[in-house]
């Protein structure tokens, strides 16, 4: 089993600054882990600009065409529909991924840069496809997410969805005296 532990220097501000990020740190899977992570931070944010990270963040298998993303091209119908009901006003889930996070704290991001961190299992690696594991700081066990590298050479997200399943709730906010 590897180890792996990789940096976001904060979040990115446009598409070009994820592009960026992406062609530096997708060169390996986990890489490809932490653009995912940092396009859904986006999209928690702003999902205008996280629908154009989305698409540049995952494979081309889970894009159809459309004027929403990049290129004539955008996250799939369905992957949309799973963020809106899975994610929609719930960015604890996604800041759960960024080591430092906690439910006492309300998933509140500490000051960047973030740290993620994860796993590969042996055999989990076939030629351009890898499933690797990221830790949530709200749930027991990581979480599995399939990458696939592309002709560039990049590692493109393919499955993600347990990573937009719940995770601990986040604290309450104290009572105002």
């Not at 929403?68 to 960015?91: E, T």
């Not at 800041?95 to 509140?108: C, D, E, I, W």
């Not at 997200?157 to 709730?169: D, F, K, L, M, T």
């Amino acid at each position: 089993m590897r180890e792996w532990t990789i940096e976001l220097p904060g979040l990115p501000s446009s598409v070009d600054e994820l592009v960026a990020l992406r062609d530096r740190l997708a060169t390996t899977p986990e890489g490809g882990v932490a653009i995912l992570v940092a396009a859904l931070l986006v999209w928690g944010k702003d999902p205008k600009l996280g629908v154009q990270c989305l698409t540049v963040a995952i494979e081309q298998a889970q894009l159809a065409d459309g004027p929403d993303g990049v290129k004539g091209k955008q996250p799939s119908r369905i992957v949309l529909q799973n963020l809106k009901d899975r994610l929609a006003g719930k960015p604890h889930i996604v800041h759960s991924l960024v080591q430092g996070t906690s439910p006492q704290t309300g998933y509140a991001l500490p000051p960047p840069p973030w740290r993620l961190s994860g796993r590969e299992q042996p055999g989990d690696a076939r030629g351009d496809k890898m499933k690797t594991f990221i830790r949530s700081t709200g749930a027991d066990t990581p979480r599995p997410v399939h990458v696939v590298k592309n002709d560039k050479g990049l590692w493109k997200a393919n499955n993600w969805s347990s990573i937009e399943v719940g995770v601990r709730a986040p604290a309450p906010p104290p009572d105002d005296i």
